[in-house]
């Protein structure tokens, strides 16, 4: 008999869980009184029935019921003496606040925050840098209003914006708010209170907004954003172009004047235009940051696109098509969950350094959640693979020949 030393006595599941710190769940019951009234549905209960249909992408609770069911003599790995009834399942997710969910991932990332940081970001800059965007969540019915005007068939879905403040360092979010499509992006910054003084915070141009600009530079925070093509400004003075970067066009000192409260106010800010090679076409970036280079600025703005590909991340492995619930609190919390199960796979991920795809990684945990099989060789095993292959490939390289001259300058 094959004796694999990829098989333990705990599921996959049960890894990922052993990451949840309990002191984490005990506090958070604590706080928020979160069992006071859910005797049939205890929070860890319900964490890990939600956290169970996430990572095996299930579409109803009734799945998850029958799933979970299936796993009886398994159950006492992950701590659950008993399966939860979709009734009750779909009563916690209704009357439990999406809030509770929301502390658990926000504790959870205090702990790990530094262990999922990419090394590759180590610079002083990355490591201040905020991005700030949202994502909309299409909904199966009208449950908040929806985005765009209404249609003529009178059957638009409603919708749900995810608002994101995103830690580059890390590239998991440090703060989330949850409101209805309909509402502006910009209405965000009324919840951005806790960002550290001389922190850098990059943005599309959907949250230009010259009071909250005045309002950043007052909390020395800085903000890097694309200035808008109708901008009426007057150049103040322009700065000396570095050598060593001949794709930067202008760096100037710029003042923007507009009207707020019926009273015209000025404001200064420095204005950047560089011309994209890959594009081909200029981008003028606009900050309230005279200390770094033009080079930094750019640079800063490009990372904004980190937002994007946490976006992709989580939808795409974590698809959020189907929901567990009809209510906008049942919608959050499994919004929260599916962003502590990705937190978990991703510290995962990281402490082993794997060259494996993070879908690999998420799709084996889908297929073989409630199997005896330990993660970490697993993903040591595709690293081996990985270097057998790489060996493999370069011994079968044909030699190159050497030149003849090169071949006598050695004989002479």
């Not at 409101?179 to 806790?194: C, G, M, N, W």
């Not at 099989?373 to 693979?385: E, G, N, V």
Request: hydrophobic fraction near 40%.
């Amino acid at each position: 008999m094959n004796k694999s030393t990829e098989f333990v006595g705990q599921p996959i599941f049960s890894q990922l869980l052993s990451l949840l710190d309990q002191k984490v769940i005990r506090e958070t019951i604590k706080e928020h009184k979160a069992n006071r009234c859910y005797k049939q549905l205890f929070l860890w209960d319900h964490l890990v029935s939600m956290l169970y249909g996430i990572y095996t992408n299930c579409t109803s609770l009734r799945e998850i019921q029958y799933g979970l069911e299936v796993c009886q003599g398994k159950l006492r790995h992950i701590n659950l003496n008993k399966v939860p009834p979709r009734s009750t399942l779909s009563d916690g997710n209704k009357q439990r606040p999406s809030k509770v969910f929301g502390s658990i991932y926000q504790k959870l990332y205090d702990i790990y925050k530094h262990s999922i940081s990419d090394s590759r970001l180590k610079a002083t800059v990355i490591q201040r840098l905020y991005i700030l965007d949202s994502t909309t969540i299409s909904l199966f019915k009208a449950i908040l209003k929806p985005a765009g005007r209404k249609r003529k068939d009178g059957k638009s879905k409603g919708g749900m914006k995810v608002h994101t403040l995103l830690n580059a360092d890390t590239n998991m979010p440090s703060f989330i708010k949850y409101t209805a499509a309909a509402l502006h992006d910009q209405q965000f910054y009324k919840y951005i209170k806790e960002l550290p003084d001389y922190s850098i915070i990059a943005f599309d141009k959907a949250y230009i907004n010259y009071l909250q600009f005045d309002v950043f530079t007052k909390r020395y925070i800085f903000y890097v954003t694309r200035q808008k093509d109708n901008a009426d400004y007057t150049t103040i003075e322009e700065f000396t172009l570095p050598d060593d970067a001949q794709h930067i066009l202008k760096d100037e000192r710029i003042e923007i004047t507009y009207t707020a409260n019926k009273e015209q106010i000025k404001q200064q800010m420095r204005r950047i235009a560089v011309f994209s090679v890959k594009y081909n076409k200029a981008f003028v970036y606009i900050t309230n940051n005279f200390e770094l280079t033009a080079v930094e600025i750019a640079a800063i703005y490009e990372n904004r696109w980190q937002i994007e590909t946490f976006f992709k991340k989580l939808k795409q492995n974590f698809p959020l098509t189907y929901f567990f619930g009809d209510n906008s609190n049942a919608i959050e919390i499994q919004i929260w969950c599916a962003l502590i199960a990705l937190l978990l796979l991703d510290v995962t991920h990281k402490a082993h350094k794997s060259k494996m795809a993070f879908s690999i990684l998420a799709t084996i945990v889908r297929l073989h959640i409630m199997n005896y099989i330990d993660l970490s060789a697993i993903i040591d095993t595709f690293k081996q693979k990985r270097k057998r292959i790489k060996s493999n490939q370069e011994s079968h390289k044909p030699k190159k020949e050497q030149h003849p001259a090169f071949q006598m300058s050695f004989e002479m």
